[in-house]
């Protein structure tokens, strides 16, 4: 793998200050799973009735952490949660003792922390294919265990990095019946999978109150409207995993309160974003936002249609404001469109409607406006009230450069 | 635009020897239309019954010439036959004024060669968005019919390039009743659709006898496991469109002869892979073969998967046998998989099965294999019968230096 050690230049300027979650605790560790000098481990316990939603990869070829993640979620809230998170090993495709090295894990984690088994939840990622030394992680838990503070969700943060460049974190307060309830959420992922150690890993608290099956709700739809509109280059890895922990420990019961959604919505866009910012290679952060639709599923599909092209994606990198190929993107998307109603803006500058290019506009505005590095796609489709935004980076060279010459 | 004059590594040696269709004659010509110093036009015109098929890009914001051609293909095949293409300008996104240009030129065409207007067809390749000048096609007319010869198909295939790197021919000859039936055929394209100019463009001539629906239908079949089988960077053109013209001149009814529909089969997957021979920064030739799906639908949703995926193009340009991003593409696919089914190998080198690394694979083995430059990657996925082929290429600096830097 090569040795990317620029930080991304959409990184933000500094990792956010992130508010102390009450009733959850953090520590990590360097247990050497792959990496040396560095964590790569972390342990999070939540306080007796923390309810744990999730959302997961899609994919058919699931890693076995997944697999043992979505088995359990939507169990009881009673006692204790825990989250063990590896970097290093993605402990993907390896088979039965894939399955194994999950179960001696979770089983140590319950050992040391006193947590059900049932409700510690493991991630790894990292390289596929390769056992999970999970003796190294387990050897470590004790230390982990006696370190856990509520203030190290930074440190958390960082040592669940693979190919990132940057750690990711962002949080949200929100006042209600007179008190603060506090949302706190880190991130890491830079390609939807990247060179062999990549993936995206989500993992957000709050101390609001919140029935476990009203968190999965809520956390399945704003997944739909955040972390499901961002693509890197249209890859899905075999780990991606959300949790979400609601602790309770406010005393504030958010289970239908519309200002904590909207704030946990934020910190998911907030996170998604980052991921995209850390995209591999990416020199640009494109809002591609798509109105007009037949519906907003349609609008959805042409919007990924759009910013998953690779000759937009490259266009952009080029600075070309290229809208004949997002014309090519909404026509391939497989979605209802209408050539001559088509109308595609880049940022404020109206390019094309019609079907045609639009008579005031000249090119050198457009040319002007890429050289920015927050960029907005904007096509009215002109057939219905569908509308979706997506979110997504340009491909560059040093995309290849991290997937294709590492070894080289 | 970047000028590549280097040709694809992956280029045959030489152009073929194309056996002359009795019943067609071409001519190709400078007309300006946007290059200078090299053929721009190129004119057929076929006998008197000659059978015309036809498909076209499935793309919702199809060019106007497409949208003229399939109006047309179906209709009676009396008189005489004409097929007009020009480079340089794709007529595409051109609202109203393109449908206007496609009727001047095609109207034209009709004037000076005596072939009825819904018997001439064109195509038009280059830049999208700019209006076509369409006088000076029609002002090289009269030039073009006059030239008009048997053994010009070569030069046809010249005229019609854009960055293509070398032009695209093929041939096959099989005995029917005792007497030689020929096919020749010319293509263009080297990405599904290139900075501002390409697209994929077929034209395939026989002097066999077939009925013009039984000749749609075969052409329909034969391009699902052909044409549509092929992939350079997922993005499809706005304009791609293949002509398929029975003269008849040979006399042989070849209707529904088996033989004949192999040799054409051989033609267009032979036309086909030289297309992606030539994608933009090619360096590797990538044969994948899915088997053991639940239909042969689900395999080539596989195939394509894996053909599509930017994480496996790049792995194959850095020439690393990275077996997990197979997984990845497989499983993201949609289609059904299992993860502890799989099995799969690079070329005779059996790199997993049942779902984790084969016993004896060595990395070295494979690391070796992938310095080839025609490559060969099997996914058993242990579940039916179905199987399907894809043909595809890596993605390389090449692609974005195609792509992204031709205006810095």
């Not at 009450?22 to 999070?44: I, K, S």
């Not at 949302?183 to 062999?196: E, F, L, N, Q, Y």
């Not at 956390?219 to 972390?227: H, I, N, P, S, V």
Request: charged letters at 20%.
């Amino acid at each position: 793998m090569a040795t990317i050690t620029k930080v991304s230049p959409l990184a933000p300027a500094a990792f956010p200050e992130l508010p102390v979650i009450n009733g959850a605790r953090f520590a990590t560790v360097e247990a050497g799973v792959r990496y040396q000098g560095r964590t790569d481990v972390m342990l999070a316990v939540m306080d007796p009735g923390t309810s744990v939603a999730g959302v997961f990869t899609r994919s058919a070829t699931r890693a076995a952490p997944v697999l043992d993640c979505q088995e359990k979620i939507g169990g009881s809230s009673e006692g204790p949660a825990a989250i063990l998170v590896n970097s290093g090993n993605a402990n993907a495709f390896t088979g039965h003792y894939g399955q194994s090295s999950v179960a001696e894990v979770t089983q140590a984690v319950s050992s040391v922390t006193g947590v059900a088994v049932d409700r510690v939840f493991t991630s790894s990622t990292g390289v596929i294919g390769e056992p999970l030394p999970h003796e190294r992680i387990v050897a470590q838990l004790d230390v982990l265990n006696s370190a856990l503070q509520d203030d190290k969700l930074e440190d958390a943060a960082r040592a669940i990095m693979t190919t990132d460049t940057f750690p990711k974190g962002a949080s949200a307060q929100v006042e209600i019946d007179g008190k603060t309830v506090s949302i706190s959420g880190i991130a890491k992922g830079s390609g939807m999978i990247a060179p062999d150690m990549a993936t995206m890993l989500v993992y957000i608290f709050t101390d609001a109150k919140v029935d476990q099956s009203a968190l999965q709700a809520m956390l399945g739809a704003q997944t739909d409207r955040t972390f499901n509109c961002i693509t890197v280059d249209s890859d899905t890895s075999t780990s991606d995993s959300l949790l979400l922990c609601a602790t309770g420990a406010s005393g504030v019961d958010a289970t239908d309160n519309a200002d904590f959604a909207d704030a946990l919505e934020g910190v998911m866009l907030d996170l998604a974003q980052q991921v995209v910012r850390d995209g591999e290679g990416a020199t640009k952060f494109v809002e591609i936002r798509v109105t007009g639709a037949v519906s907003g599923a349609d609008a959805k599909v042409h919007g990924l249609a759009i910013a998953n092209s690779p000759l937009v994606k490259t266009a952009i990198a080029g600075e070309d404001p290229n809208w004949g190929r997002v014309v090519m993107a909404i026509g391939k998307s497989g979605a209802a469109a209408d050539r001559d109603l088509l109308s595609i803006s880049f940022g404020d500058i109206l390019v094309a409607e019609k079907g045609w290019v639009s008579p005031d506009y000249r090119e050198e505005d457009a040319a002007e406006y890429m050289k920015g590095q927050n960029l907005m796609i904007t096509v009215d489709l002109g057939l219905g009230d569908g509308e979706s935004t997506v979110w997504t980076c340009d491909l560059t060279h040093g995309y290849i450069e991290i997937n294709a010459d590492y070894r080289s």
